[in-house]
């Protein structure tokens, strides 16, 4: 059964940081593009980075130059290298796997449980 779980979770002061990782089983996901989306209470789901496999990354404006995705094909691992925290970064982080280069959640089709980030000001 192919799973995403993610780790790394937590809650930090402003300005601190957080290193999510995402490892994967079931299947090898080295082909897949591999996203983290968060979720904040009350809002929708969005993107938060991504990366494909042939190293294509996007990352949203809010999250650009304090956030940096990464990923190990061979260890079938990705990790979200969080910076400079910040409360408005508070939500559940997920991990997914998409077939194609693509920012859009409604094309992942495998998706972890999600770890809580909470930033406090």
């Known amino acids: 059964q192919e799973q995403l779980a993610e780790s790394g979770g937590g809650t930090v002061q402003a300005g601190g940081a957080l290193r999510l990782s995402c490892a994967a089983s079931?299947?090898?996901?080295?082909?897949?593009?591999i996203g983290w989306f968060r979720q904040a209470p009350g809002k929708e789901r969005e993107s938060v980075a991504v990366l494909s496999s042939a190293g294509e990354s996007f990352y949203d404006t809010s999250v650009r130059g304090r956030f940096t995705i990464s990923r190990d094909g061979a260890r079938n691992a990705a990790w979200l290298q969080m910076n400079d925290l910040k409360p408005e970064d508070t939500g559940v982080y997920y991990c997914?796997?998409?077939?194609?280069?693509?920012?859009?959640?409604?094309?992942?089709?495998?998706w972890g449980q999600g770890t809580q980030v909470t930033v406090s000001s």
């Open positions: 079931g299947r090898r996901f080295g082909t897949y593009t």
């Open positions: 997914a796997a998409a077939p194609f280069y693509t920012a859009s959640g409604r094309h992942f089709n495998y």
